[in-house]
T-cell receptor
Framework: DAKTTQPPSMDCAEGRAANLPCNHS???????VYWYRQIHSQGPQYIIH???NNETNEMASLIITEDRKSSTLILPHATLRDTAVYYC?????????????FGDGTTLTVKP | GAVVSQHPSWVICKSGTSVKIECRSL??????MFWYRQFPKQSLMLMAT?????????EQGVEKDKFLINHASLTLSTLTVTSAHPEDSSFYIC????????FGSGTRLTVV
């Protein structure tokens, strides 16, 4: 699995968009970008994933650069409950794809 | 969506005893599940891959005789920490489901 690099921490004002970057310059052509978050003392929660096109769901948007070497997770209107550690993971999307390599993630703190 | 139920959510045991953690797939058949360990202020580390009907695959450095994994049915994988010691105190998390992106709620193990 390709390695990812994320800033260790970010702050965001409540109600504003939170943009979390991730670098994955060694990503392979068959590898997807996955985003999870972990609220303190809970299991990780799946947010979104994508291959090369931008993706959007009810939780967030994922913007992947054309060269696929980086991506940005966007929480459009951050709330206090979005305070968590956000993990960007790159892996091939197959039946064994649950084997994930977690980096250190970004601690997002949403402030009132 | 896929739901993974993990029990217990927390357990305290005496040093030298064994503790069993269960991970159940509630609405899907899990031929493969994954076990992670997370120490305080650290990221998740994959411990092993649990395979239904066959032996688990352990990551380098994980003692298979200490962390016994059983995956006897398509809905249940268990992790038994044998002869637990205080250094085994950690947060243990399982994952499964399509592409493995559903995580359990985690088990906080404290060995005293």
């Amino acid at each position: 699995d390709a390695k990812t690099t994320q800033p260790p921490s970010m702050d965001c004002a409540e109600g504003r968009a939170a943009n979390l970057p991730c670098n994955h310059s060694t990503i392979s052509g068959n590898e997807y970008v996955y985003w999870y978050r972990q609220i303190h003392s809970q299991g990780p929660q799946y947010i979104i994933h994508g291959l090369k096109n931008n993706e959007t769901n009810e939780m967030a948007s994922l913007i992947i650069t054309e060269d696929r070497k980086s991506s940005t997770l966007i929480l459009p209107h951050a709330t206090l409950r979005d305070t968590a550690v956000y993990y960007c993971i790159v892996r091939a999307d197959n039946t064994n794809a649950g084997k994930s390599t977690f980096g250190d993630g970004t601690t997002l703190t949403v402030k009132p | 969506g896929a739901v993974v139920s993990q029990h217990p959510s927390w357990v305290i045991c005496k040093s030298g005893t064994s503790v069993k953690i269960e991970c159940r797939s509630l609405d899907f058949q899990a031929t493969t599940m994954f076990w992670y360990r997370q120490f305080p202020k650290q990221s998740l580390m994959l411990m092993a891959t649990s395979n239904e009907g066959s032996k688990a695959t352990y990551e380098q450095g994980v003692e298979k005789d200490k962390f016994l994994i059983n995956h006897a049915s398509l809905t249940l994988s268990t992790l038994t920490v044998t002869s637990a010691h205080p250094e085994d105190s950690s947060f243990y998390i399982c994952s499964g489901g399509p592409y493995g992106y559903t995580f359990g709620s985690g088990t906080r193990l404290t060995v005293v």
